[in-house]
């Protein structure tokens, strides 16, 4: 079964030391590819290094909405040159937050450094990871005003309604969960995902080999884009 990591941050800090750990046991899982998502300019040259270095890691740039205060004057055209030395990355992470951290900041600051690099997504024909708490209205309304996407948005951790699926995908959307938003020990999680797949595949009647394969070619689909390191097969 092949899998792909759609969105992480093994730049992290606390984990940055692991990481080549991390990427060898996942290698050895069937785990093919990470796209790991800067936050911000300060940790960009070590998503960049990490990517220089592993096949296997998709870079990608971008200023997550926490972060939008601290960026510098010249942070977008930062950003620019960064894409321009990294033909492979994708742009991310990016997005917008109202949650009980992002109430902290200047919610028009966010959609200024969003939308800046929602456009730029689209001019290099890139696609692009998005956050988004508790501003998926917001969210929404800018990706019909800016879109569609034919390079895709994935909207990673989705927590929007399910009535508004259908009007993200005509502009290109993609969704994904992550463990974030479900926090469990390992052995439940573990128990939990199988269920899902399960689930999932006698509601489409396939078999659970034929649903991995199909999401691991939406995420090759989605991070094809011309200069990546993944191509469709």
Known sequence: MKLFDAHCHLQDPRI?????????????????????????????????????????????????????????????????????????????????????????????????????????????????????????????HIVKDIGPFRDGLLLHSYLGSAEMVPEFVKSGAYFSLSGYIMPMKVQKAKKMLKTVLDYVANLLEISKEELAEISY?????LFSYQGSKVALG
């Open 16 to 140: 940055l030391n692991k990481a080549p750990k991390l990427i060898s046991t996942a290698l050895d899982s069937g785990l093919l590819n990470f796209a790991v998502n800067g936050v911000s300019e300060k940790d960009w040259h070590l998503v960049k290094e990490m990517g220089d270095n592993y096949p296997s890691v998709i870079p990608c740039f971008g200023v997550h909405p926490w972060y939008v205060p601290q960026r510098s004057p010249n942070w977008f055209t930062t950003l620019k040159e960064f894409f321009e030395t990294t033909p492979s990355a994708a742009v991310g992470e990016i997005g917008l937050d109202k949650g009980s951290k992002g109430r902290e900041i200047d919610f028009n600051d966010q959609i200024e450094v969003f939308r800046q690099q929602l456009e730029l997504a689209k001019e290099l024909k890139k696609p692009a990871s998005v956050h988004c708490v508790r501003a998926f209205g917001d969210l929404l």
């Open 217 to 221: 070619k939406n995420s090759i689909r």
